[in-house]
């Protein structure tokens, strides 16, 4: 938006995002419809992500990453949000390559964190059950262990890149008598994994193409040393200490989701005519627009100083909570205003502001929902 600038965009920041920008552009919308009809993307466009270095942008490059810091993976989320693409789901693949850095075994990393910035391994995060989501600590889905392996049974819903995953990190119970002590994460390799079962993707009111799937385990065995970090007990703390990350991101694209109904809805509006005259003519049109513009802006801001903590490695889980929480309801305010403001093409899904509108509202709800978020935060006052 125009004289603001990020202050930790650097010219390789805007380097790089020229060419994300550019193979969104080129490769990713020319399929954003026909992901969204088959409810999945393909894994193909997984490893072409891989190969522009989309994936895992600010992993050590001894691991296959790209070796940069977070801003190279905000800009990824940027601009996908920015062309409408929300059916691609590389945040996930972020936060779990954040989780096999901070706590794998070193066998761990080399094992999958090359082939996840190659684009072929994709991942997922299997936390929440039919049964169970804002309390974590109740899952139900248990790996007892008998000799070299863990034998999983249980199901997970609403899990994002359910389809196309060959790579679960799976929340489960290794001591189901403990509530969080109970927990351990596991990595289950889903290829030929017998007793492993998904169902089609769920049908949603929003991010129509993102594959948000159902999860089946009936006896499927895994191996003991696909415990993250190898040791029991441990999954719980390791969620907690990642989810600052997770929570920055959803904030994050709610701005960028802001930003452009922001200017969307400007264009819209200086070509719409009314009564005789261009819509922005109105002043009803234009204070709706400024206001919408001055709270994008101070999210914007807000933001911009979590990811320069986040760089820095100083951004507290509080603030991050505060980032997801404030962030997605000043978004989903400020697309519902733009929509207003579209009229009856507003409501129609020609209209890229229809998509914003839809696909922003889950951000309320995932990640921890904004009224975890303030439960959270309330304990640091
Ligand atoms: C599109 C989509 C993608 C998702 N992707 C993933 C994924 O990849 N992996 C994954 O594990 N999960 C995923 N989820 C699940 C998501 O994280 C959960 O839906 C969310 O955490 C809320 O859990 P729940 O749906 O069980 O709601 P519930 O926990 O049943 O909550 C229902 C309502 O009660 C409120 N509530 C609950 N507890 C409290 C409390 N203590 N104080 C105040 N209010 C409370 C909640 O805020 C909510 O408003 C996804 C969900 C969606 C819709």
Redesign the pocket.
Known sequence: MHDYSSPWLTAEHTLFRDNVRRFVESEFVPQRERWTDQGHSDPAAWRRAGETGLLCPDVPTEYGGGGADFGFDAIVYEELSRACVSGFGCA?QSIVAHYLLAYATEAQKQKYLPRMATGDIIT?????EPG????LQAVKTRALRSGDHYVVNGS???????YNANLIVL?CKTNPAERAKGISLLLVETDGLEGFRRGQPLK?IG?KA?D?CELFFDDVRVPVENIIGGQEGQGFFQLMSQLGRERLMIGLQSVAAMESAVRLTTEYVKTREAFGQKLFALQNTRFTLVECATEARIARVFVDDCITRLIAGTLDSATASMAKYWCSERAQEAIHRCLQLHGGYGYMLDYPIAHYFADNR?SM????????M??LISRSL
């Open positions: 996930i997922a995060i299997a936390m929440t169970t989501g804002s309390d997970k819903t609403f899990i994002t890149n359910g929340v949603k991010m993102q948000t889950v709800i995932y990640g921890g929902s904004n009224e975890i303030k439960e």
